[in-house]
């Protein structure tokens, strides 16, 4: 599966982003896998954020709960991350990928796609 993260940028604190996870498979990937967002500030390690399941269930990290919300359209093969309320500790280089539960948590991925950089800066 390859995925593409699209819609980040630069954007004033306490403004909104959001942004996209095209899947390109010949499978409705996310009926069939959870999903989830990392990000990855330099220097730092890769961080989950946000996983959806493939019924929809939804978790988040304690730092964006409650300003980013996950979600997903199955025919169309994306996955989405609406951010609110954007900090500027949230800067940082985001990713998506799909996955069983356990493969989400450990990062145990054949590929990542490029990311998609966000800047939260006044």
């Known amino acids: 599966v390859q995925l593409v993260e699209s819609g980040g940028g630069l954007v004033q604190p306490g403004g909104s982003l959001r942004l996209s996870c095209a899947a390109t498979?010949?499978?409705?990937?996310?009926?069939?896998?959870?999903g989830a967002w990392y990000r990855q500030i330099p220097g730092k390690q890769r961080e989950l954020i946000a996983s959806i399941s493939r019924l929809g269930s939804t978790n988040y990290v304690d730092s964006v709960k409650g300003r980013f919300t996950i979600s997903k359209e199955n025919i169309k093969n994306t996955m989405y991350l609406q951010m609110n309320l954007l900090k500027p500790e949230d800067t940082a280089v985001y990713y998506c990928?799909?996955?069983?539960?356990?493969?989400?948590?450990?990062?145990?991925?054949?590929?990542w796609g490029q990311g998609t950089q966000v800047t939260v800066s006044s």
């Open positions: 498979s010949p499978r409705s990937i996310f009926s069939i896998a959870a």
């Open positions: 990928n799909v996955g069983t539960a356990e493969a989400l948590k450990t990062m145990d991925f054949d590929s």
